[in-house]
């Protein structure tokens, strides 16, 4: 049988068990290497599957599902957005600096409109002016990461006075039946990312440049515009991102997010997204968030060290890099 | 020297290859002595390049011998062909724009001294050697990217000679070269005659072959029709022979057009690449646009279509002028371009059919930039089924279809399109004969539904089995019109050969 469209694997398929199996098919190995980890962690740590250890789980996968959603678009039209972590900063240390004089609500609105901002210069820069994303993301890094420092003076800032500190810590910490705040909010965030992919213009568009963008071009849609719409929306999600971690951790820190790109590219990729574009899907990177986010919780519960866990999460990455591009090879 | 004199340097027996559902080759034998010069001739898709590439190791023969000097040789890999004395000469491919004429010469052969550095002297020396030895223009300190064509492409044959074949092939080595360039390469094959390097060469400059060639093979439909000694030959019997008996049934009836107005019209047109084009395309007709690899045919249909700057001149639709600077204004304004490399510039191989299809017309399986998914299945299914397309639903990724297939795929997003004017550049090239029939068909339909078609193809049989005119182009320029007698192949072989 021939290869299916792995972004077709939908429910509402005429032979909704072929295409389960075609979607188990080319999630194989992501799903294999999380089943694996799992069954290590429940053997490793007795209190990995406690209730509290699952809550935690959930709320410590927040920012880099979030922030992943936004890589992975950008990842699909064969880019690459290296400014993310320096863009989760942002968001956090405006919107909690906008607390100080002005409502929740409103801070929040402009931290968003901010880090979106960011995104779309981004956007305009790689697609307008045709300049390689890696080069000008690693700029964007480090001017975003930049202006955190100097707006907080390289101070976090600490909103416990504020008014609307109250509905920032709920955010950070309460759940609903069960389900901490942080957790629907990445859900419905990985949901409207996966709506899009699979029923929008935009979604099948962002695809397609990733697969051909000179045949996007020839259909007579317009490349340049389309092309910037990752970035803008990964911007948009760095910020939503960066307000969620701010909310669980008390404070707009300019340090947070550091290194936070390499996470979501590793998810992402370890997901079964191709490097060069055009394949990939939500599903997959939901999987590789989660594969490194419990390896993570393992090492925590473990007690291991902070610097032995970033070692472990450099060596974790470049081998699922490796192994993505064996399998890119493969089958070209 | 004839092919009795002593062992041939080259001998094919039975030379056999099937791509899929095609027969590119089909027992081809053939003996080359020493130093012997022979040239290649045939239509596209004769089978000439698939013949070369397998004497180069870039596919291997399904039957059949290939004999050097008498031995049997197996050629799997390039490696192998090299290391056997079969050098090919590549259009700059191969050179790195960065690096300086020596360097390129001799970047695979670069000597490393004992202490792992480059010996940048020893390298100019022996680069300067081969560039004294045939008397060549070239500056050895100077960046490849700084050279003209035709200088790069001598960089190129002096890096393939410092290997010493045995053998050299020349596949349209001046299809970008000016008639100043061309005596200069002529000259250079001269001086490797004289070194009693054998010579295959192919080209569809006909003056060029009976200039260079002691005998000419033709090749037609993956056979070799004729070996001929290149004494008294005829222009026009070579020509006749390339082409062959013509097969009229391949093509549907023609209707005779029923509109004289001009939907498209072009006047003075200039790029960097075409000169003071000037053309009209009626309503409901098929205009054929022939003309050799490089003659500014495809460039023609860039500059229309938005893709190429255009420098001077106006394009008009239905007597107005309109401008066209990208393909968003060209789709606007009622154009749809299939472009010549499909799986480069036409399709996304990673994705589905119906994804590839619905790429040319969002609008009619969305509302507010959500897709219907009910409409937009049905839509794709129903162009399958019009166009046959075989594949095992419209879920199947583009790239694993067939070349005829993924070209359907094309023509189904052109439907979907529906534009009243549409550029079809190489629709048939690479596919087999059965696809191409079919298509022929489809495009006549179209046709008849009211479409006008511009159809590019540098095979003149199809353009005369299917268009209603045709317009010759060579190095830029319209070099002249036929309509009626479009029967008279050699008169647009002439057009597109003259020079």
């Given at each position: ?9 939908a429910k ?18 992501p799903l ?13 740590s ?13 709320v410590?996968v927040?920012l ?14 064969g ?17 909690a ?7 929740v609500?409103i ?24 300049i390689a ?7 964007m ?13 390289s101070?976090p ?6 008014p ?14 069960g ?34 963008a000179?045949?996007?071009?020839l259909s ?8 910037a ?5 990964s ?10 971690l ?10 947070s ?7 979501a ?24 968030v ?17 610097y ?25 | 020297m ?8 080259l ?32 239509e596209n ?19 059949g ?28 491919a191969?050179?790195i724009?960065?690096?300086?004429a ?27 050697a081969?560039i ?15 050279m ?6 001598l960089?190129?044959?002096v890096?393939?000679?410092q ?53 000419i093979?033709?090749m037609?439909d993956g ?10 030959v ?11 008996r ?6 549907p ?8 107005e ?22 409901g ?10 003659s ?18 106006g394009?008009?639709?239905?007597g ?7 393909p968003v ?10 472009p010549?490399?499909r ?15 619905i790429?040319s017309n969002f ?16 839509a794709?299914?129903?162009?399958k ?7 095992d ?9 067939s ?8 023509i ?8 009243r ?11 087999d004969?059965?696809a ?26 199809e ?6 005119r ?7 320029a ?22």
């Open positions: 049988m021939a290869k299916q469209d792995p972004s077709q694997d509402n398929d005429k032979v909704p068990a072929g295409a389960v199996r075609s979607y188990l098919r080319t999630q194989l190995v294999a290497v999380l089943a694996f980890i799992i069954l290590i962690a429940s053997l490793i007795p209190v990995f599957f406690s209730k509290a250890n699952i809550q935690n789980l959930f410590q927040t880099n599902m979030v922030v992943s959603m936004g890589m992975l678009l950008v990842i699909l039209t880019g690459i957005d290296l400014s993310v972590g320096s863009i989760v900063a942002i968001a956090g240390v405006f919107v600096g906008f607390m100080r004089n002005m409502p609500g801070a929040i609105l402009l931290a968003l409109l901010i880090s979106t901002a960011f995104g779309t210069v981004t956007g305009f820069i790689v697609s307008k002016v045709k994303p890696f080069i000008v993301t690693l700029g890094m480090s001017f975003a990461r930049g202006i955190a420092y100097w707006y907080t003076q101070t800032i600490i909103w416990t006075p504020f609307g500190a109250d509905f920032m810590y709920a955010l950070g910490s309460n759940t609903m039946l389900i901490p705040y942080l957790a629907i909010i990445w859900i419905a965030i990985t949901i409207l990312t996966a709506l899009m992919l699979k029923y929008t213009v935009a979604g099948r568009i962002i695809y397609s440049i990733g697969g051909n000179q045949a996007v071009r007579g849609i317009d490349v340049s515009k389309w092309q719409v990752p970035y803008i929306l911007g948009l999600l760095c910020g939503v991102g960066g307000i969620l701010a909310a669980r951790l008390g404070v707009g820190a300019p340090t997010g550091t290194g936070l790109e390499l996470d590219i590793a998810a992402v990729i370890i997901g079964g997204t191709s490097f060069t574009g055009g394949i990939g899907t939500v599903s997959g990177a939901i999987i590789g989660f594969i490194l986010g419990i390896i993570n919780n393992i090492l925590d519960l473990m007690n291991v060290a902070a032995p866990q970033m070692m472990l999460k450099g060596v974790i990455v470049v081998s699922a890099v490796i192994l993505a591009t064996i399998r890119d090879r493969s089958k070209s | 004839t092919e009795d004199d002593v062992m041939p340097i001998e094919l027996r039975g030379i056999d290859k099937h791509f899929s559902s095609v027969h590119a080759l089909k027992s081809v034998s053939l003996k080359i002595g020493r130093g012997e010069t022979i040239a290649l001739v045939g898709g004769a089978g000439k390049s698939t013949l070369m590439k397998i004497l180069t190791g870039v596919y291997e023969k399904d039957k011998d290939i004999l050097i000097e008498g031995k049997k040789h197996n050629i799997t890999s390039p490696l192998y062909a090299k290391k056997i004395g079969i050098g090919q000469v590549y259009q700059q191969e050179l724009p960065e690096l300086t020596a360097e390129n010469i001799l970047i695979g052969e670069m000597g490393f001294s004992r202490k792992g550095l480059v010996n940048w002297k020893e390298l100019k020396k022996r680069a300067c081969f004294e030895k045939y008397q060549l223009s070239i500056d050895p300190d100077e960046k490849i990217k700084n003209s064509v035709a200088n790069r492409q960089v190129s044959i890096k393939v000679l290997r010493n074949p045995k053998i050299l092939i020349f596949d349209e080595p001046t299809a970008v070269f000016s008639n100043l360039e061309v005596s200069l390469l002529m000259s250079l094959i001269d001086q490797l005659k004289r070194d009693q390097i054998t010579i295959i060469y192919i080209s569809h400059r006909l003056e060029e072959v009976f200039k260079v060639a002691d005998r093979a033709i037609r056979y070799l029709v004729s070996v001929i000694d290149n004494v008294n005829k222009k026009e019997d070579l020509i006749q022979q390339m082409l062959g013509k097969s009229s049934s391949m093509f009836e023609k209707a005779n057009l029923t509109s004289e001009k939907i498209l019209e072009v006047r003075n047109l200039s790029s960097e690449k075409i000169k003071n084009v000037s053309f009209s395309l009626r309503q007709e098929i205009l054929g646009i022939a003309g050799l690899v490089g500014g045919r495809t460039e023609l249909a860039r500059a229309v279509y938005g893709l190429d700057r255009i420098k001077a001149g394009i008009y639709i239905d107005k002028e309109v401008k066209i600077r990208s204004d060209a789709v606007k304004h009622g154009l749809f371009l299939a010549e490399d799986r480069g510039e036409g399709l996304v191989l990673v994705r589905s059919i119906k994804n590839n299809i790429l609008r009619s399986i969305s509302r507010h930039g959500v897709c219907h998914t009910k409409s937009e299945n049905s794709t299914q129903a162009l089924d019009k166009l046959s397309i075989k594949a639903s419209i879920h199947t990724l583009v790239g694993n279809l070349g005829g297939n993924q070209q359907k795929v094309i189904a997003k052109a439907l979907l399109a529906s534009p004017i549409l550029i079809f550049d190489e629709p048939t090239q690479g596919i004969v059965g191409k029939s079919e298509i022929y068909a489809l495009l006549t339909k179209m046709r008849e539904e009211g479409m006008s078609i511009i159809f590019i193809s540098s095979e003149i049989e353009l005369q089995g299917i268009c209603t045709i317009i010759v182009m060579r190095n830029g319209i070099t002249g019109e036929v309509e009626s007698g479009l029967e008279d192949g050699e008169k647009i072989l002439n057009l597109m050969y003259r020079s």
